[in-house]
């Protein structure tokens, strides 16, 4: 591109890409765009000033969406949508229980409104909209907000994180990822609370497009304080299932089983994926969450493991964010691929990508359910060969 662009990528000692013809249109277009002078024409011609506006706006958008997630943030710590619960109210109303001075408290409420989780009512008071009162009903949503926090510092200064200059903090929440055998039980209990609660999310959507009615026996493998597990059971009256996972993170997970009512069906099995051999005997497997914390060479051996541990037509069910390929996702590609830029470990991963992986390990017959709601997770099932 000419100008400042093109000057700064000749400074950077950058070659001069080859271009194709639409490159070369694109290009002239992206010049002209960039320009102030046609900002400003295409802002009052009639026929350009909507797209331009919509564009400024999505651009501003992205300048304030931090702005935006603490405003949610701020909803959730507060109460607001409990507050709010059994009708409207003003700010003077709700100013005490907020703790706000009732001028603090009308800004909030208004950016609430204005981000689309509030809405104003008549005689200046403030209802829920139909956003807020999902929230308020997402508790893997409120966790995972107030799990952000530590994210957010990481994300302070993108460059040192991608350039591996920083310390994240998200690292070490998620420390368990590097390969150690067993983490503190402390540690361990931090993360497989905040995953269990996520994990309601990603069952309600893998359970819907893989069906367990036939399955006998389910092996979730890495699967945490066993919420997959109870969600799955609890969908089929007819199955049994085993959490493997590292010893102080399955030691969570008979309390769960006992809270949903299937401890008679389920079991724990403590041992490290990457360290031991997988128990046998399971008509299905599912790695829920767990390839995309770790690198290729790792995954070869997660998916080896499983490989071993399957008779021939067993099932393996893969569910986790997945990057969108050649056409990224704001999810699998924004969120998860700066999400786990912090963690240190892994990558999202594309539908194909796992194709291939499995593949190499030696499964066939892969597939990919349709989701609900893909920014929560995507799935990929194939069958040991």
């Known amino acids: 591109m000419d100008g400042g662009g093109g000057a700064f990528a000749a400074a950077t000692g950058l070659a001069k890409p080859r271009l194709s013809l639409w490159d070369r249109i694109l290009n002239w277009r992206n010049r002209r765009v960039a320009a102030p002078a046609f900002q400003a024409w295409a802002a009052r011609h009639p026929l350009t ?4 506006r919509r564009s400024a706006e999505a651009l501003h958008d992205l300048v ?54 509030l809405a104003p009512r008549s005689r200046g008071r403030w209802g829920l909209a139909e956003l807020g009162a999902a929230a308020m009903g997402a508790a893997g949503v409120r966790e995972m907000v ?55 999310m990603v069952a309600e959507e893998t ?25 799955a059971l609890r969908a089929n009256p007819g199955l049994r299932a085993t959490v493997f996972d590292l010893p102080s993170v399955v030691a ?71 990057s969108g390929g050649r056409r990224p996702t704001r999810s699998g590609d924004a969120y998860f691929g700066l999400y786990l830029a912090a963690m240190r470990s892994g990558r999202a991963r594309s539908p194909a990508r796992h194709a291939e992986l499995l593949s190499e390990a030696g499964f066939t017959d892969i597939r990919r359910p349709r989701v609900g709601r893909s920014f929560i997770t995507e799935v990929v099932t194939a069958r040991a060969g």
């Open 146 to 200: 107030r799990h952000h926090r530590l994210l957010y510092r990481d994300l302070a200064d993108p460059v040192a994180l991608l350039r591996g200059e920083s310390e994240p903090e998200t690292a070490r929440f998620w420390s368990y990822t590097s390969g150690a055998p067993d983490v503190d039980p402390a540690e361990a209990g931090a993360y497989s609370a905040l995953m269990a609660v996520s994990q309601a």
């Open 49 to 52: 000033r909507r797209r331009t």
């Open 207 to 231: 359970l819907a497009a893989v069906d367990l009615s036939r399955a006998s026996s389910l092996l979730d493998v890495g699967g945490g304080e066993g919420a997959f597990v109870a969600a």
């Open 252 to 322: 969570r997970a008979p309390a769960r089983f006992a809270a949903a009512g299937v401890e008679g069906r389920a079991e724990t099995r403590p041992g490290s994926f990457l360290e031991e051999d997988l128990p046998e005997g399971h008509d299905v497997l599912s790695l829920v969450r767990v390839l995309y914390d770790h690198p290729d060479e790792r995954v070869r051996v997660i998916l080896s493991r499983v490989r071993k541990a399957m008779a021939p037509g067993a099932r393996l069910i893969v569910t986790e964010p997945m």
């Open 64 to 117: 304030a969406g931090f702005v935006y997630s603490q405003t949610l943030a701020a909803c959730f710590d507060l109460g607001v949508f409990e507050l709010l619960a059994d009708g409207p109210r003003t700010a003077e109303d709700l100013a005490p229980a907020l703790a706000l001075d009732p001028f603090e408290a009308e800004r909030l409420l208004a950016a609430a409104a204005a981000v689309g989780l």
